[in-house]
């Protein structure tokens, strides 16, 4: 079984996720369909394997309430490099209730992070469930855009080009799209997916500290960030000064939250 993994692996690593199939497998291998289907009942349950052989890869962390968040971002960025080194391959965790035990040792590490940051049980859950989405979903775009990069030169644009397509588009229907085209196209390596678990992370605990189980979710992180910001902007107060963490947007939410939340607007 360990060389089935390891040659479907193969295969993906230099020719991409959609070009593995039972057939090309089987010919990796130097054997028939008929031969490989003695080791995996279909494509499906070799997917899991991947999926899962992955995931044994990732360190998970022992819980710690006073890092959970950065310990979420932690298993999320480890995941990410795995699916990265075989294009494609977060494909095949999309629409997965996976049974393999690696993956569910994942899941079972992000739930015991989260739980221990004392997020309620049903929003760990379902955040469990958004995150590996999310890293999934990231994951594939990147690598569709990597196979067009290398195979499509007319689908690549540059940065300057697509702010200058941006930028001439007709202002009376989008004036925010060319007031911001830098940023809407800002970004380097992977720092919009790191600014996407923030999100996530912090609505998470904004919805802790508003006392809600499940409804505040991603709003509660950028909602938080607003306030923090607005109310920053007028005075600084005892709490954020005496902040022993980094002076971020969710650093300074986590020390004056219940202020934020309390003063009238």
């Given amino acids: 079984m360990e060389q089935v993994i390891d040659t479907a692996l193969g295969v993906i690593a230099t020719e991409g996720y959609e070009a593995l199939t039972m057939r090309r497998l089987a010919g990796a291998l130097d054997t028939g369909p008929a031969s490989l289907y003695a080791h995996v009942v279909n494509k499906s349950d070799l997917d899991e394997l991947l999926i899962g052989r992955l995931c044994a890869e990732l360190v998970l962390p022992e819980p710690d309430p006073a890092a959970w968040q950065e310990q979420i971002r932690g298993v999320c960025a480890q995941l990410r490099d795995q699916y990265l080194k075989y294009p494609g391959i977060s494909r095949a965790a999309l629409a997965m209730a996976p049974t393999d035990r690696e993956t569910l ?34 994951c594939l775009e990147v690598s569709i855009a990597r196979r067009r990069a290398a195979h ?34 800002a970004g380097e390596g992977h720092e919009r997916f790191d600014f996407t678990l923030g999100v996530m992370v912090g609505g998470l605990w904004g919805g802790r500290e508003a006392g809600a189980v499940v409804g505040m979710g991603v709003g509660a992180g950028l909602w938080l960030g607003y306030e923090v910001r607005r109310r920053c902007a007028r005075r600084v107060t005892p709490a954020m000064i005496k902040c022993s963490r980094p002076v971020s947007v969710i650093a300074v939410a986590k020390c004056s939250s219940s202020e934020v939340l309390a003063t009238p607007a």
């Fill in 152 to 185: 499509d030169d007319a689908w690549v644009l540059d940065r300057d080009e697509l702010q200058r397509r941006l930028t001439a588009l007709p202002a009376a229907t989008f004036p925010h799209t060319i007031r911001h085209a830098a940023e809407l196209t």
């Fill in 105 to 138: 040792r994942v899941g079972e590490g992000l739930l015991a992070v989260l739980l221990a940051g004392g997020i309620a049980p049903q929003a760990a859950a379902w955040a469990v469930d958004a995150l590996l989405l999310y890293v999934a979903a990231y």
